[in-house]
Nanobody
Framework: QVQLQESGPGLVKPSQTLSLTCTVS??????????WNWLRQPPGKGLEWLGV???????WYSPSLKNRLSISRDTSQNQFTLQLSSVTPEDTAVYYC??????????????????WGQGTQVTVSS
């Protein structure tokens, strides 16, 4: 059973850097046939793909966020991490991590991913 679990602060101040970790169990993040994604859903809006890291450690980012976003991994802990700098209230959202078997740059719904976490609410506010 593959499980993903997001963790991180629920509240971040504007201009700070948001750091979230996704802990994976039941599968290795080094498996090269899988891709490990970060997504978010702002209130009242649809699912937004943020970026992905492959089993080999390569990362790709949404063009709208690539100047602020970094995705890395710790293979010894089977975790991958999102860092989003210079956050604003527009970054307020439920953040998800998810596994896909394709490098597609984002599906419209969580159900199109192989597995996904329960999500974590992040609010950007002073």
């Amino acid at each position: 059973q593959v499980q993903l679990q997001e963790s991180g602060p629920g509240l971040v101040k504007p201009s700070q850097t948001l750091s979230l970790t996704c802990t994976v169990s039941g599968a290795s993040i080094r498996t090269e046939t899988y891709f490990w994604n970060w997504l978010r859903q702002p209130p009242g809006k649809g699912l937004e793909w943020l970026g992905v890291i492959s089993g080999s450690g390569s990362a790709w980012y949404s063009p709208s966020l690539k100047n602020r976003l970094s995705i890395s991994r710790d293979t010894s802990q089977n975790q991958f991490t999102l860092q989003l700098s210079s956050v604003t209230p527009e970054d307020t959202a439920v953040y998800y991590c998810a596994r896909s078997s394709d490098l597609v740059g984002g599906y419209d719904t969580l159900e199109e991913y192989d597995y996904w976490g329960q999500g974590t609410q992040v609010t950007v506010s002073s």
